[in-house]
């Protein structure tokens, strides 16, 4: 398995689970070596049945957020359009951090750290040869892609490359919230909030312990930053120096001119700021079955991040796993992965469309777009 990310690692707690040997290979030299990132929402039927499958379920249950399921939405001038409280006993998609769950899925594993994957060579003589940039190199039998979006072991199966939406994110943190931000934190309430305008928008989500994740979202071309008022249509502003982080905190705003002011203290508040411009696969990304390797999650199905990826990532972990371990041979064992990559894209096909539309519907010229989604996803 290369890539210990929550794909990944619910595949090793299958396995471990069924006493299966398997190895994980993560790039990062440990699992504290960068932030883990926002928060979570598992889906019953997704990421909670995963779990389950991983023995996990109670455990992930006693971490979880049900009242993060919340969610408000406010026009650009601060007015509360719509706001969905969350109901305790509601288990549909409970919220839980990123580094929760990672501990939770590391558990007993042995992940074999700072193990940075470069290439992947199918039917050698010794079965499928993994190259490491330490110059080093060790075949196995069967090698699994969960690294991600710019995932290694792709190129292995497929010439895909991830293409930019047109739709950047920039992330930012605001740490011990309900004590040095009351207000914002009663803004925010226990789940999310999202504010929508022309073409940009504001979203909110709590986390675990006062912390609270920021996104300023806009459709932009990629080097928006490199000149404001050409790109961006601000007169007067030039470059914006993304590692500079009073340049962001103070130049950020500008882009939601009018918005609220407690709206734009999100951002005006952040302690870190990190941008991230949206990627996709092909909507419908497949290939032709290679003997020995297989993609799982954003590595073969790359999608707008708007909540189903982790989980698709988490259940077909779970399942090649299952595959995996009931497999008595190797001619067994690469029907298994056939029919494991045929059930994937045609799932994955489908929540590719869904969350494609709904980031078009979410950052869109029209804001009534957007809340119209949340009202057809939302319970009455």
Same mark, same amino acid.
């Given at each position: 398995m290369v890539g210990g990310g929550p794909g990944g690692l619910t595949f090793a707690r299958v396995l471990h689970r069924h006493d299966h040997p398997v190895t994980v290979l993560e790039?990062? &030299?440990a699992p504290d070596a960068r932030p883990p990132g926002g928060t979570l929402d598992l889906h019953e039927k997704l990421g909670q049945l995963a779990l389950e499958k991983a023995g996990l379920l109670a455990e992930f249950q006693a971490l979880s957020r049900p009242e993060g399921q919340a969610m408000r939405i406010l026009d650009t001038d601060g007015t509360v359009l719509r706001d969905w409280p969350a109901r305790p006993d509601d288990q549909a998609h409970p919220e839980i951090d990123r580094g929760q769950l990672r501990d939770l899925l590391l558990g007993p594993l042995d992940v074999q750290w700072g193990r940075d994957v470069t290439e992947v060579v199918p039917e050698t003589e010794d079965g499928v040869l993994v190259r490491f940039a330490d110059g080093r190199q060790e075949a196995f039998d069967l090698v699994i892609g969960a690294d991600g979006a710019w995932s290694r072991v792709r190129p292995a199966v497929? &010439?895909?490359?991830p293409h930019y939406t047109g739709i950047t994110a920039?992330?930012?943190? $605001?740490?011990?919230v309900d004590t040095r931000h009351p207000d914002l934190a009663r803004l925010i309430g226990d789940g999310s909030l999202a504010v929508y305008g022309v073409n940009r928008a504001i979203v909110a989500q709590r986390n675990s312990g006062g912390h609270v994740k920021a996104y300023a979202q806009f459709r932009a071309p990629l080097d928006w930053h490199t000149n404001l008022e050409r790109h961006m249509g601000l007169i007067g502003h030039a470059d914006l120096d993304l590692a500079d982080v009073e340049a962001v905190r103070s130049g950020l705003p500008a882009l939601f001119d009018g918005w609220a002011a407690p709206v734009l203290d999100l951002l005006r508040h952040g302690t870190a700021f990190v941008h991230r411009p949206l990627y996709v696969l092909p909507v419908s990304h497949t290939?032709?079955?290679? &003997?020995?390797?297989? $993609? $799982?999650?954003d590595a073969a199905h790359l999608m707008p991040p708007l909540g189903a990826g982790a989980n698709l990532a988490m259940l077909e972990g779970a399942e090649l796993a299952e595959s995996v371990a009931a497999a008595s041979g190797p001619g067994d064992l690469d029907e298994a992965v056939r029919a494991f990559e045929e059930q994937m894209w045609a799932r994955a096909g489908r929540w590719a469309k869904i969350t494609t539309a709904g980031l078009e519907r979410l950052v869109s010229p029209d804001p009534a777009e957007a809340i119209a989604l949340f009202d057809e996803v939302q319970p009455a």
């Open positions: 790039r990062d &030299p497929s &010439p895909a490359t920039v992330e930012t943190s $605001l740490d011990d290939w032709t079955h290679v &003997p020995g390797v297989t $993609l $799982l999650g």
